[in-house]
């Protein structure tokens, strides 16, 4: 008998390309939201630190200047760390609709991994029946040669 052919195959292939591709990409994107953590994480405690010496000064006492300056570099921080958690939000959309785009390729990809099995076990069964027929057909000829 023939060998098996999905005519599929190319089709499979194709998804499993895709699949893989769409996971590095989710893969990138999650790489970099990380990123991002470490950078607020960093800008916290950044911010932490200067206030906890702009509270020390405060109570030590110093100039004008400097608690003004303190407290300009202060606020640039919570406009990073608010600019950063903004990006951060994007980027966990950009990520999600990634994920909904993993997981639909994954799903058209296995329908035609059943599809495929299907196939195969159809093929399978011809196979068995066409061995059963040859067997009887065997069997038969011996019968009628022997009388």
Known sequence: MKKFKFSLQKVLEYNTHIQRREKE???????????????????????????????????????????AVMLIYIEMIKKK????????????????KQIDKLVQVSKEKTTTEKLREGKYEQYRACERKSEEKFIEEFIAYINSAVE
């Open 25 to 67: 990409i989710l893969a990138v994107m999650r790489a970099e939201y990380n990123e991002l953590e470490g950078q607020l994480a960093q800008l916290m405690s950044e911010y932490e630190l200067n206030r906890m010496n702009y509270l020390n000064k405060c109570i030590k006492g110093t100039s004008i200047n400097n608690i």
């Open 81 to 96: 760390m608010k600019n950063l958690k903004k990006t951060m939000e994007e980027k966990k959309l950009l990520i999600d």
